[in-house]
């Protein structure tokens, strides 16, 4: 079973058992700095600006909440299908024989399409490095992962930044895996550097 | 959205097909997620909302408005690569400073960065399970990734322009 999605990216130890339940953490610190942000902001906005700002921009967040939480919904099912449809092994079976530039492309594509957050992404480069991909096709995969991942953009860029942001920045983005493999070729490589 | 969720139904009732019926593991999963985003998603929001309110617009356009340029790519690019955290603080930060006054091309510079650097989860994970010398290469061949974005991004948006010359 493919690890829980950590969208939020938030430090927790990368262990290697990955399944079995856990609990949700709904409510621990890092919740709590939000809510206390959250709390000093509208208060200082109401000291500020006054109180028909402080209600005017409330009622917006709660219409943006509102517009956003089914996208959200919607975005984690997709991921969670995915990641239980298609088997990390598979992926990195599929992957490691391919060398070169078709390698590299494959990975980036690869990246692009893993849903989650760095618990499902760091452990199938790992996987991916064991099976035999090469160093530029791993950086290609990651920049691919992070830059033009389609869950974060259905999940967060799309709701909160409108359609058109997301397009413009995702053509700009299209190159970036290339770019980062092909920097990375021209760097130095260690006699036994064990991601090479 | 009636897409995404044409794809929830699709991939759902393959998951159901497929032996295991691993569609529940999926359910499971999701909800798991949900759970735990949702709380920290409603104060960031609302605390996004308020703080960009109270941050001078001027400032923001100064820095990283639509006019500055190169300087404003190489500046929100710097910005992005020191914002810490996931998607639930940069996505509202981002809405914060565009509603500021910030440019596209400067905002597309301010998440690549923010998304190849993530010092977190080059700490938490790429140094424990790569080591430090692929991080270290991944990072170097990253440097230009930002602003290389924030500049394509800058002629993506004039292609209208070129073309209705």
Redesign the interface.
Known sequence: ?PG???????????SGRDDGP?S????DR??WI??L??IV??A??WA??GEA??RQ??F??LR??AEIL????????????????IPRKAVAEALGDEAGLRGVALAAGAGALTPG???TS??L??AL?NAGSG?GA??AY??SW??LGFQ?I????IP??GIE?AA??F???L??PF???A??AL?PK?AR???S | MALLWSLVVALGIYAARTPGARHREAARLAARQFVRVLPRLVCALIAAGFLGKLIPGAFVGSLIGPESGARGILIASAIGGFTPGGPIISFPTVVVLSEAGAGLPQMVAFLTAWSVFAFHRVLVYESTLMGWRFAATRLFSSLALPPLAGFTAGLVMSIPEILAR
């Open positions: 079973m829980v999605a950590d969208e939020d990216g938030r430090p927790s130890p990368p856990r949700p953490r709904a409510f890092s919740f939000f809510f942000l959250a902001s509208a200082a906005c500020v600006k700002v402080f921009t409330l917006g967040d943006l909440l089914p996208r959200i919904v919607a975005a984690l099912c997709v991921a969670a299908l995915v990641q239980v449809l957050g760095p618990m760091f452990p480069v790992s490095h160093r791993l950086i990651l920049t992070s830059t974060r259905l999940s967060w860029e909160l930044m942001f413009i920045r053509a700009a983005s190159p970036l770019v980062a493999a920097i990375s760097l260690p550097d064990p991601a």
